[in-house]
Every structure is written in C-alpha cells, then in structure tokens.
DNA sequence: CTTTCTGCTTGATTTGAATCACAGCAATCC
DNA sequence: GGATTGCTGTGATTCAAATCAAGCAGAAAG
C-alpha cells in the first residue's frame, strides 16, 4: 500500500512517517517496514501497559495521549509521563526480559502503532540509521530526565509549577493575542502527582500565580499564560 | 597487539573487555575497535568535563570512579552521579550538538577510554549489534532513573537515605562478620546533595539510624550496615 | 606539639508544604 | 430538574526538614 499525500488515510504509512525515529529511511524501506507494523485503537482510560506485565513491542503513538504512572506502596499515582503524537515508549523492555515497571494509560481516544521484539530487533539490524536515530532520541529522553531531576531536587516547589507550566504552554499551547491557552491534558490531581506536591499546594499556587497576574484560569481544563517571563525567572532562579 | 591473560598490561584491550557495551563482539573485531581508542589519565579532583563544553567523545571508565554533578542557580552542587569501572557516559552528546550540561570530576586517580563521535558512528554502522547493545543499555539507565524518580518525588527522607546507604553497600560494600562494611566515596556533603538534603539533615538520619542499631559508623569514610533488612523495609516502605 | 582549617554533629528556631476539614462547583445519573 | 458523586478551592493545624548558630574532632600546617 503506497502512501497517497493524506496519510489519514493509509494507515500503515500513518504513524512512520510521523515518527522521527524513521525519518531517515528512504520511502521504499518505510513502506516496508509499514507493512510489520500493526495498529491498535483504545478509548479514554483504557489501560495500554499494566506493571508487572511483559512487553512485546514497542508501542508508538499515533493519536491522542496517555499518562505513564507507577503506584507509590501507599497507593497513590505517582511521578507520570506523558506522551503525545510521535513519541515512543516500551523501549527499554525489548531488549531484556523484565517487566513493565509502571503502567500507561490513555488520556482521551488513542491510536497507536507497535512494532514486536523480533521486528524491532531485525529492523535495527539492517537500517543502522534507524539505530543511530534511536539512540539519539534516548540520549535526549535521558537529557530531559536530568533537568527534571535538577528541578525535582530543587525543594522551591513555585519554580516546578512554573516549569510544569511553561513546559505545557510549549507542548499544548496555542499563541493569543493575551498570550498562550493552555488546554490541560490532565486534571489538577494529576499535575500536583506529576509534580510530587499535594493537590491543595497545587490550587494555591495556580491561585498566587494568577493574583500575582502570571496566568489566568479559564476554566478547569484551560489556562491562559499571560507572563511567561516572570514565570521562566521563576523556574529558573529556584533556590 | 594482542590481549593476552592479563589485560592490566595491554592498554589497547583493557576497557574494551571490561565494557558490557562490547561484550558481544568477537576477539577480532575488539582488536579492531581498540585501535581506535584513546586513553587518558586524571588525578583526584581533576575537570573531566565542564558544563557548556562541546563534548566530543564516548568516555569509558576503566579504573577508578567520578561523580557527575550541575550547580544550581545558587551556585550550590547538585545531584549528581556516581560512575564507575565499567560505566560510561557523554553519549547523549554525541548524536546531537548539544553542549555538555553536567560537570565530570574524578573522585580519585581515574583512566578512562574515549572512542570519538566520527568512530563510534563508524563502529555503529558496521556493528548492529554494539548499537543493539547500546541501546539496551540505555535502556536500563532510563529504567533506573525512573526509580530514582520514583524516591526522590517520596517526601520521606528516611527512605531516601536508607536507599543511598544499600545502594552504596551493594556497589562499595565488602562482606564482614559484623555486616556490610561501606568505603564511602564521597563526602557527608556531596551524599546530602546527591539526595537533595541539607547537610544536616542526613547527618541527623545517620545518626538515628545508628541510636536504632542500624548501621554503625567507624569513621567519617566508614560506615558498617549492621542490619539491612531493616533498612530494606524503609526504603521500600516509604510514604 | 600547638595552631588552624575544614568538615561534621547537635541544638534551637523558622518556614513551607502536607494534612485535615469543609464548602462550593461541575458533571453525571436517574 | 434534582440528587448523587467526584473534583476543586480555601482555611486551620501539624509536622518535617531547612536554616541559623554554636561547638567538636580530625587533618593539615606551622
């Protein structure tokens, strides 16, 4: 199946080619790697990975976004991800034989690309392009990991709710005269597990900022970021 | 030149048989891949690397151990790694133009191995397997900085400390009658920093660990785990 | 051997976030 | 439309770790 130029609509090309993990290849190698390539449709809180479970593939998503959690021994969610269109995950798990240590879950209707262990492993094998491009997208995951340690290390909880702030306004923000909208992906409960601060401290940050005229609340799932200057002064000069 | 039994005396070979990253490729393409790596020799306390330098090669460490740390906005060291024999790093910097966002420093006499950014691409494109392997051990890194994750965002300081002190007996620990005796390799000072603490505090901790019966301290670089059970059930027990 | 310095401990106080408690609002269900 | 349920915001209180402040011990220096 060859892609026509609206991807929607070729489903095996789809997903490829929006990954960068891909790009390199030529459209010849894509469509053959498309063809291993299988695709999987969940809704809203359906689980995609539970802890303890064996991962067979690397999963991809296509569409939509999901949260990765672990559950603290006290029960509670605790220090998610959360991926969107393009990124990957389940990487670390094809290549020895534990188990998920964490659990993923879709935010909203989410579409997803996998590609197994054996065809992972045989794809790495003989487009060394692909390696390359894999290593360097966990180089970068690994580079983002450590500014969020620097800024979970840093007790200064105003400066993370900034960062988390700002990182949304860049990931799902849309530009506005009055500044940037941010339509949340997750709920006030999630961000302050995200953050590893208590729901209440959350509320009463987001209400400081927004007295302070930093940001305005729309309403619960949208916030407009009015002083994303002061903001990243916050992030930044933490402690 | 040919590694014979004992690799101490050949210095082409040395690393390269101790790194799991080569671990899978035969006698003679070592050989190979040794002849293009450098070696290089520090003293205790000497830069490795400095924040905002242009990196340009994959460092393996061969004998000896470094700490891997960033200053915070206030000026004060933060969070850093431990590496050592065995262990490499700057990776992340090869593939992409990012300049260094750590500082390296040697925590005692140090050699290293360094194979440069135009090599090791090389040595990917005609070995998958070392890029497989690579990647898998990437893999694990990011595994294990997600449990990191999970016990720094765990307000309960006891269960951070007690997961730093099995952490070190495990790597720097020797079995006695008494229990594990722990060669510290870095400081009060630097332990509390790698756990995002003040000074004080993990001198407190130390200290009531001790009143507990749980570990005893010989000296200030020295530190006997008397009962590791207990600590095991703090550290996991947290929140 | 004494002095000085550096890193460590211990105590007192402060601070900032967690927790507890409850009220308001929104969404869903009947 | 009204009721149940699940989030959210705010105030009061508690608590744990940071900070401030001495004092101590071991190492290096004179």
């Given amino acids: 199946m060859k892609c026509s130029q609206d991807c929607r609509h070729c ?49 991809i998503i296509n569409e939509g976004s999901v949260k990765a959690f672990r559950y603290t021994p006290a029960g509670r969610e605790q220090r998610s991800y959360l991926f969107s269109e393009g990124d990957f995950f389940g990487e670390q798990y094809l290549f020895s034989d534990l188990k998920a240590t964490y659990n993923v879950e879709a935010l909203e209707a989410v579409k997803i690309c996998m590609l197994t262990k054996t065809q992972l492993h045989k794809v790495l094998h003989t487009h060394p392009d692909v390696a390359i491009k894999l290593i360097s997208e966990l180089g970068k995951r690994i580079a983002q990991m450590e500014n969020t340690f620097q800024s979970l290390g840093i007790r200064n909880v105003d400066a993370r709710v900034a960062t988390l702030l700002l990182d949304f306004a860049s990931k799902y923000g849309e530009e506005s005269p009055e500044g940037t909208v941010i339509t949340l992906p997750i709920s006030r409960e999630g961000m302050a597990n995200f953050l590893g601060i208590a729901r209440e401290t959350l509320s009463r940050k987001l209400s400081k900022f927004e007295d302070e005229g930093l940001i305005r609340s729309i309403d619960l799932k949208t916030l407009l970021v009015r002083d994303s200057g002061t903001l990243g002064d916050l992030a930044g000069l933490s402690d």
Same sequence: chains 1, 2.
Avoid: W
């Fill in 11 to 59: 489903f095996r090309g789809l997903c490829i080619h929006r990954v960068p993990l891909f790009s390199s290849l030529s459209e010849e190698n894509l469509v053959q790697i498309a063809g291993l390539i299988q695709h999987k449709n969940y809704e809203k809180g359906d689980r995609l990975i539970s802890e303890g479970t064996t991962m067979e593939s690397l999963i």
